[in-house]
Nanobody, 124 residues
């Protein structure tokens, strides 16, 4: 299985843009085996699927987040990234990158590999 590792700032202010990167090891992001996904968990709440990017750069987004979410990739570094613009305190969460096996109706599922998660807190 592939290994994933998130990196990014731990703290941000309202209206800023959050940028997180996921580094993939043990496999290539060009593989058709996985959909490279972002998931978050706000404090005291369940997991929220945010979006994904495929081997050819196609993207899928949660309808509720699509307006201020962007997922991209850097093939030279075997990384994919999440940008979340105009953050508010409601965007405070642990953010995970994960490799998904399925994509159905524009949402990925079945995640055999996860990063360890990175905390991002929005505070003025």
């Amino acid at each position: 299985q592939v290994q994933l590792q998130e990196s990014g700032p731990g703290l941000g202010k309202p209206s800023q843009t959050l940028s997180l990167t996921c580094t993939v090891s043990g496999g290539s992001i060009f593989t058709t085996d996985y959909y490279w996904s972002w998931i978050r968990q706000p404090p005291g709440k369940g997991l929220e699927w945010m979006g994904a990017i495929t081997y050819d750069g196609s993207t899928y987004y949660s309808p509720s987040l699509k307006s201020h979410t962007s997922i991209s990739r850097d093939t030279s570094k075997n990384q994919f990234s999440l940008q979340l613009s105009s953050v508010t305190p409601e965007d405070t969460a642990v953010y995970y990158c994960a490799a998904a096996l399925l994509c159905r109706l524009g949402q990925t599922s079945l995640f055999p590999s996860w990063g360890q998660g990175t905390q991002f807190t929005v505070s003025s």
